[in-house]
């Protein structure tokens, strides 16, 4: 018994206690960053002909948070490309019009995490589905990509609704119960970086360990990128899947620790102790399954009128918004080299029709469109 605590209490101080200075892990975020922005670099064609809208939705908060011409390339190469449907085009320009119809036809041909993707980018024209919205504010069903996904609908739909009280609250809940599966998680995968740059997008840095930041660089493979493969046994899915031939780096975990990476170094500097002057915070309280601090974040006594949501929720707390006011235009979207944060306006939530959906067939677009967001 003695020896299985130790083992434990030693598995668990390698996955959160960081042992870097300062000085040690901002050298390791820029070394890092630049051997991720060679390989994107290097595989630039492959990133422009992925039909993954999302991954150009992170590549398009990179350059956001900070102006690099490659990203700024890529961007304006995805503004200008073909996407089906075209209701997806909202993902990257806030400013495109979208047809009610399509979009709700949209809706009712993806999978659930894509419906709440598109009812939160265009949530005065959807017809979500009252089990679809239940499931959305649900903080305890949802697991693996379902769960990231869930706060990336929510995170975009607190933007679009002007800092939606119930969208917040639910955020928050499912920040932290990320933020306390990544305390206990060792396998760092495709899964475990998206956790860790969600929670960051979601504006609750103080719930993530700057140790979890340190092991995604230590995962960077020689070649500048990532893969889903830890210890070439274990992958996203859980399920062992012993590969001695180490598959290749991939786009798709690669653009995520690049993300990762940019929120870390360009928007919360001063969290992980990259800002001259400012030394590194650890967590103290903040990884509880309880109240946050008031001092962190502003209060709101907003009560919500969501009749869909579960359990209502009073006096949420509201964070700094992730993005900019919304751009006009694709090339403002393109030379916007940071991110502006501002606080949302504390409010009831609004929700649009509720509908019954009559199934869940897929579809697949055109050969040449992107669609398909999730990442």
């Known amino acids: 018994m003695a020896v299985a605590l130790v083992v434990v209490g030693a598995l668990y101080g390698f996955n959160n206690v960081s042992l870097m200075t300062d000085e040690t892990f901002a050298r390791r975020v820029d070394d890092s960053i630049d051997r991720a922005m060679q390989w994107v670099g290097e595989h630039k064609w492959d990133i422009a002909s992925s039909r993954n809208v999302a991954m150009y939705m992170l590549l398009q908060e990179c350059q956001e948070l900070h102006d690099e011409?490659?990203?700024?390339?890529?961007?304006?190469?995805?503004?200008?490309?073909?996407?089906?449907?075209?209701?997806?085009?909202?993902?990257?320009?806030?400013?495109?019009?979208?047809?009610?119809?399509?979009?709700?036809?949209?809706?009712?041909?993806?999978?659930?995490?894509?419906?709440?993707?598109?009812?939160?980018?265009?949530?005065?024209?959807?017809?979500?589905?009252?089990?679809?919205?239940?499931?959305?504010?649900?903080?305890?069903?949802?697991?693996?990509?379902?769960?990231?996904?869930?706060?990336?609908?929510?995170?975009?739909?607190?933007?679009?609704?002007?800092?939606?009280?119930?969208?917040?609250?639910?955020?928050?809940?499912?920040?932290?119960?990320?933020?306390?599966?990544?305390?206990r998680d060792l396998a760092v995968v495709d899964l475990y970086i998206q956790k860790v740059a969600v929670v960051l997008d979601a504006g609750h840095e103080q719930m993530v360990r700057r140790r979890w930041v340190e092991r995604v660089i230590e995962n960077q493979r020689d070649d500048g990128g990532w893969n889903d493969r830890w210890c070439r046994v274990f992958t996203s899915f859980r399920r062992p899947a012993i590969d001695l031939r180490d598959p290749p780096s991939n786009q798709h975990a690669t653009i995520q620790a690049l993300w990762l990476l940019y929120l870390v170094k360009y928007r919360y500097p001063d969290r992980f102790g990259l800002a001259p002057g400012k030394a590194f915070r650890p967590p103290s309280t903040a990884l509880r399954m309880g109240p946050s601090s008031p001092s962190s974040r502003e209060s709101t006594s907003s009560k919500s009128t969501c009749s869909a949501k579960p359990s209502p929720c009073e006096a949420p707390t509201v964070h700094p918004s992730r993005r900019s006011a919304v751009l006009a235009s694709p090339a403002a979207w393109c030379n916007s080299p940071a991110v502006n944060r501002r606080t949302h306006a504390s409010k009831a939530s609004r929700l649009p029709r509720a509908t019954p959906r009559s199934g869940e067939a897929s579809t697949s677009g055109e050969e040449p469109a992107r669609r398909s967001p999730s990442v």
Not at 76 to 105: Q, Y
């Open 69 to 183: 011409p490659l990203l700024a390339e890529l961007v304006k190469r995805s503004l200008r490309s073909h996407i089906a449907p075209a209701c997806w085009r909202r993902v990257l320009d806030r400013a495109h019009p979208v047809d009610p119809a399509e979009l709700n036809r949209t809706i009712q041909a993806e999978r659930i995490d894509n419906r709440w993707m598109l009812y939160a980018i265009a949530p005065e024209h959807a017809e979500l589905a009252t089990e679809d919205l239940v499931g959305l504010y649900d903080t305890r069903r949802w697991k693996g990509r379902q769960l990231t996904h869930q706060l990336m609908a929510l995170i975009r739909l607190r933007e679009n609704m002007g800092g939606a009280a119930e969208a917040e609250v639910t955020a928050e809940q499912l920040s932290r119960r990320l933020s306390s599966e990544l305390a």
